[in-house]
């Protein structure tokens, strides 16, 4: 069954209201978006996640294959224990990202929603003789967002704990702030796999929070996402992707001559900032809408969002040598730089 056949039974919930595009299948908020956020940030509500592909990857090879092909070190992941990857093209763009905890027997990924079929395509391509087992499994499994920062226990349904913004070994910062500093430092998060058939048993009383919150909420932790603030040339440089998914002294794989090349020689060539969009207008951008200055385009917006504090906000990427104090022009309104990635 395609993932793009499922729609989530949580849509039936009072308030429900169905996001579209890429979050289609799956409610953009229910009723009071900016309530949910605050549940979200108090720890308390969860968010209907089930449009997410699932995919696992088993057999005795598949840590050390997925190793060979990813930009992570995986080699020996312990069971429960999540990490992040990417698989890049031979120039260093972003083509997937993985969320990737493995059970002891079996390495569970989530990806981006309609991302499965290609995801796997890939992968299958690349088993040769290797003794592993790629399978959607997202008909059978629904991911649902929670704002726990810990590991899942023996027990527990798996959980895949979101690692940002923690630098992970191996990996560096390109971020214009310490990690202390950083605004997503001391967030929790993390992607529960639930059988789908049990999606509203486990949700139970527990408050509902749409994508409309959860995207606001992402947005002021700078947090990329596939498809959002990657373009067809994103290197993770540019977006500060280093820090929770690439391992810079792991062996060769697909890419990484332009990930040591950009980091040992030089610096990439768009940064990821946040923008703080003038609050008079009434909507907000869409995603590739132009960021100007000085009636010149020098970037677009990756990700908009109206913070239940920060008002409208925005991520997008511009041209490194931008002036970091410049006020931008983003549909008309001015827009005021939050650095994130340092030029």
Known sequence: MSLDTLTSPLLTRPGAVAADGVDAGVAWHYGDPTREQRL????????????????????????????????QHLTDLAPRTSTEALILSPKGHVEHALHVVDDGESAWITAEPGTAEALIAWLRSMQFMLRVEVTDRSAEFAVLGEPVGRE?????????????????????????????????????????????????????????????????????????????ETDHRTIP??????????????????????????????????????????????????????????????????????HHELGPVALALVKRNTAPDAVLIVDGVSAAQELVVAP
């Open 152 to 228: 899942s226990a023996d027990g527990e349904p798996l959980a895949w704990r979101d690692p940002w913004p923690h630098v992970a070994p191996g990996s560096v910062s390109y971020a214009a702030v310490d990690e202390a500093d950083h605004p997503a430092n001391g967030r929790a998060w993390r992607e529960l796999l639930v059988p789908r058939r049990q999606l509203a048993e486990v949700v139970g009383e527990r408050p509902l929070a749409g994508t409309w919150a959860a995207e606001a909420l992402r947005v002021v932790a700078w947090r990329p996402r596939l498809g959002f």
């Open 237 to 306: 440089h540019e977006v500060d992707w280093l820090r929770t998914a690439v391992h810079l002294r792991k062996g060769c794989y697909r890419g990484q001559e332009t990930i040591a090349r950009v980091h040992n020689l030089g610096r990439p060539p768009r940064r990821l900032v946040m923008l703080h969009l003038d609050g008079s207008s009434h909507h907000l951008p869409t995603s590739n809408t132009d960021v100007e200055l000085d009636g010149r385009r020098i970037g677009h917006v990756t990700t908009a969002a109206r």
């Open 40 to 71: 979200l940030e108090e720890g308390v509500a969860v968010v209907d996640l089930s449009h997410r592909a699932v995919v696992t990857v088993t057999g005795p090879d598949r840590l050390s294959w997925l190793h060979s092909i990813t930009s």
